[in-house]
């Protein structure tokens, strides 16, 4: 229905924000005329779905205002662990209708929730080798309850619902459309980090291969500055949001402690990642490190200036940490193009290696060592969750060429340098805006720069139009 409008708007409802994309077509292409975020209304939302129907309208409603959005067609996406299961499934070859038969059996059995009355859908993902004896296809499932008040919320705000999606096929559309110049013929690991939780998803190209989702967000790095600080929710944001970020020295480390990668042993090929256990343990022969990477002094053969004090935690003499990128070690990744350029770095034209070297070593700013050791287990959670995904997908004979990073809690300052030296896979920004055309016009650029990662959704969402 909604692939017959030249205009719709995309909108993703999440636990802390309401994101909002007006998306029309201009010939054949893409033009985004609207963008907006408005805050969540607190307790409308949470991980497992929607629950204040009348908030959530109420707000979006104020945000389309505000943004300027006037189509009156909206495609929106239904997330949460209990309103939602999205699996990709390898059937055999099948014609039309006996892949409906199929999947009427597949729905049926695989129905998550209390609730037994249920809508689903499911597509045959394509892409794979007509030859093959085996099919690819993704099926969605969704208690009626959980639909119905999604547009209720739609209502509320004076919009009409063309279509619900879920969010690992709105991402898809996203990627095909911004990046299918440089990442049709990758494996892409897609970790889109809300408030309270984040989506893992395998992507082959634009081809969704393996949807995952676990109950970790960027809530979780809030709340741990705050307990350190001891200071409310709303100053921890702010302050993760404006100082907090991940030290040289602790990239350098969590590349030194990752040990390689791949290792997974003891009867970790029979944990599914992907499956239902949100909560599954690690698996036995986990390569996670424990620990996280702390900063330490800059000798690690030599007690801290005060032997009184702890090597590790708030009471550290951080005036002894050095930068590890000082000799710019060649197994970690380096960003050149942002690096300071030191000009003590200059090399000589003669270089006597039994001089000693007097160059001062480099000291990171007490307070982000600080914020960092006091979100750092909650990052290496993280790192888990996405190293177990990856395990997991290489075991069963695949490989991930690159890790892209969207979403409102990906904001925090080293994180992709920082996946890029724990994973061993480069890791990056994404930029759902990328290749679209903008004609924004209630919107100030520095919002767009600042906010342009929290839009993947609500982007592959308005992109329905263009796609079957």
Known sequence: ??????????????????????????????????LGIIDTPDGAVDHTGVYNSDAVGS?????????????????VTIAGQASV???????????????????????????????SEVMSDYKPLGGDDPNSPNMDV??????????????????????TTSA????????????????GDVLSDKTICMVEMGFKTTSINIYKGSKLLMPRQVPLGGEMFTKAIA????????????????RAEIPASAIAGAGQQAGGFGGFGGDFPNYNPFGDDYAAPAYSGDTTVSTPPLVEPANPFESPADPT?????????????????????????????????????????????????????????????????????????LISEVRRSIDYYRSRGGEVDIIELSGGGT??????????????????????????????RKVPPAFIEEHRQEFAVAVGNGLHIFFD
């Open 85 to 115: 299961l999205v699996r990709t499934l390898e059937v055999p070859r099948m014609n039309d209708a006996e892949l409906k038969e199929h999947m009427l059996w597949e729905i049926t059995r695989n129905i998550p929730f209390a609730e």
């Open 164 to 179: 619900i999606d879920v969010e690992p096929l709105s991402i898809a559309r996203s990627i095909q459309t911004s990046y």
């Open 138 to 159: 993704v099926m969605a499932i969704a208690p009626n309850s959980a639909v119905d008040t999604i547009m209720s919320c739609l209502k509320r705000a004076g919009r």
């Open 309 to 381: 004090q702890s090597t590790y935690g708030a009471a550290t003499d951080f005036s002894h940490v050095s930068d590890p990128y000082g000799s710019e070690p060649t197994d970690v990744p380096v960003d050149h193009d942002h690096a300071q350029e030191d000009p003590s770095s200059a090399v000589p034209s003669y270089t006597d290696p039994y001089a000693t070297d007097h160059t001062p070593a480099v000291v990171e700013d007490q307070e982000v060592l600080r914020l960092y050791n006091s979100f750092a287990p909650v990052l290496e959670e």
């Open 227 to 242: 307990d350190a600080m001891a200071t409310s929710m709303n100053e921890a944001e702010a302050v993760k949001i404006s």
């Open 1 to 34: 229905m909604a692939k017959k409008l030249n205009s719709v708007l995309g909108i993703d409802i999440g636990s802390q924000r309401i994101k909002v994309c007006e998306v029309k077509t201009q010939g054949r292409e893409p033009v985004i005329t609207a």
């Open 59 to 75: 707000a979006l409603k104020q945000l389309l205002s505000e943004s300027g959005a006037t189509t009156s067609n909206a495609v």
């Open 411 to 440: 904001r925090l300052k080293g994180l992709a340098q920082y996946i890029t030296s724990a994973i061993g896979v480069q890791c990056d920004l994404y930029d759902p805006l990328r290749g679209l055309n903008l004609n924004v």
